[in-house]
């Protein structure tokens, strides 16, 4: 069975950082395209990142420069950089694992919550 | 900023027909394939349909989803009451190299 969680999050002033973490399992995060999304309180879905199972990496114009994804086979887990934070990066965060052929991802994990504020 | 757009809200009775749509450009829904997701906030988002209008396993075939250019349709037959919260269409944009989910459509159910 395919299980994803995510860690990391927490209270955090403007400018700090942050790392969120998505441990996988019943799959390999390597074989596999992985995104993050975030949903900031009272708004809809946002993508954030995805990383393809051959490593190339995309960021949402919103985070790029700030934000960096990245993979560790050995552990198979999922990690999210978080740097130069911001009030409107407020949110929660969810990793996804894409199985199905196409598309964003199909399986998710429960949420990390992140908020910035001082 | 979402590039997909869909309607703000949908309503219906148990056992009605309800239909949503995703408006998108040539970049996106014209070009690429669409998702479609049903979401309450705060739990993991769940994948109704993929490659627009295919179902995984376990998802009811009372959701069906179908393209037209560059728009595409959910459509939730049979209403229940369990199918009250927010739906997302998702697709991949050439332009933007990234991607972009709908404004999201609450539906509620009468």
């Known amino acids: 069975e395919v299980q994803l969680v995510e860690s990391g999050g927490g209270l955090i002033q403007p400018g700090g950082s942050l790392r969120l973490s998505c441990a996988a399992s019943?799959?390999?995060?390597?074989?596999?395209?992985m995104s993050w999304v975030r949903q900031a309180p009272g708004k809809g879905l946002e993508w954030v990142s995805v990383i393809s199972s051959g490593g190339t990496i995309y960021y949402a114009d919103s985070v790029k420069g700030r934000f960096t994804m990245s993979r560790d086979n050995s552990k198979n887990t999922l990690f999210l950089q978080m740097n130069s934070l911001r009030a409107e990066d407020t949110a929660v965060y969810y990793c996804g694992a894409r199985t199905v052929p196409t598309g964003l991802a199909d399986c998710w994990g429960q949420g990390t919550l992140v908020t910035v504020s001082s | 900023q979402s590039v997909l757009t869909q309607p703000p809200s949908a309503s219906g009775t148990p056992g009605q027909r309800v239909t949503i749509s995703c408006s998108g450009s040539?970049?996106?829904?014209?070009?690429?394939?669409v998702n479609w997701y049903q979401h309450l906030p705060g739990t993991a988002p769940k994948l109704l349909i993929y490659s627009n209008n295919q179902r995984p396993s376990g998802v009811p075939d009372r959701f069906s989803g179908s393209n037209s250019g560059t728009s595409a349709s959910l459509a939730i037959s049979g209403l229940q009451s369990e199918d009250e919260t927010d739906y997302y269409c998702a697709a991949w944009d050439d332009s933007l190299k990234g991607y972009v989910f709908g404004t999201g459509t609450k539906v509620t159910v009468l």
């Open positions: 040539s970049s996106n829904i014209g070009s690429n394939v």
């Open positions: 019943g799959f390999t995060v390597s074989s596999n395209s």
